[in-house]
């Protein structure tokens, strides 16, 4: 398995509060992703980064913010957690990109927003 | 708009059958089309992955095709096992993007 985790796995939080899920590769990996998913729908593209400081919006960015300040790690900041982001969420890293080599995905986080 | 549906939604057969579900995509310009399995309760992981000029791929039990002209991927299970109950998630990519396009998968039941 690709060295990929995903921390906290589980995690119930209240409405209004910060919440930051981390995703942390050995790979060196240039590429990372946030992704969430939901009950019909495909995955769908929160933030991605494509190198240290370099980050770009996905589909579905609004409520969310990344940081990444070192290439093994993505954070993903919910500011201000609301009941609509209550999904799962993955990371995933690839070496090249899309049209590129394999992407890798983490084990994912269950965030439950009450 | 880059699209990417699968059919079925879900599938129940018994252990030992093949089964074949689909992807139709409309991505465009294309570069490659993964296949990934997702069991539950865990992140996919990948299957197969054909690029442009490649019309089968296999792994094991697993054999994916893929017809460019038409825009049409299919994924084909031999001999099914238990093992085998998942989410099936068709993925593409288009050419110079860093984005994946996710189907939203179909889910498959072995009964034994």
């Known amino acids: 398995d690709a060295g990929i985790t995903q921390s906290p796995r589980h995690k119930v939080t209240e409405t209004g509060t910060p919440v930051t899920l981390r995703c942390h590769q050995t790979e060196n990996h240039r590429y990372m992703y946030w992704y969430r998913q939901d009950p019909g729908h495909g995955l769908r593209l929160i933030h991605y980064?494509?190198?240290?400081?370099?980050?770009d919006k996905g589909e579905v960015s609004d409520g969310y913010s990344v940081s990444r300040s070192k290439t093994e790690d993505f954070l993903l900041t919910l500011e201000s957690a609301t009941s609509s982001q209550t999904s799962v969420y993955f990371c995933a890293i690839s070496e090249s990109g899309a049209s590129g080599t394999e992407a890798f995905f983490g084990q994912g986080t269950r965030l439950t927003v009450v | 708009k880059n699209q990417v549906e699968q059919s079925p939604q879900s599938l129940i057969i018994l252990e030992g059958k093949n089964c074949t579900l689909q992807c139709n995509y409309t991505v465009s310009p294309f570069s490659n089309l993964r296949w990934y399995k997702q069991d539950t309760g865990r992140g996919p992981v990948s299957l197969t992955i054909m690029t442009f000029s490649e019309n089968t791929k296999s792994n094991g039990r697993y054999t994916a095709t893929l017809d460019a002209d038409t825009k049409q991927s299919s994924l084909h299970i031999t001999a099914s096992q238990l093992s085998d109950s998942a989410s099936y998630i068709c993925v593409v990519s288009g050419s110079g993007t860093y984005k994946y396009i996710f189907g939203t998968g179909t889910r498959l039941k072995v009964l034994a």
């Open positions: 980064s494509y190198g240290v400081k370099d980050t």
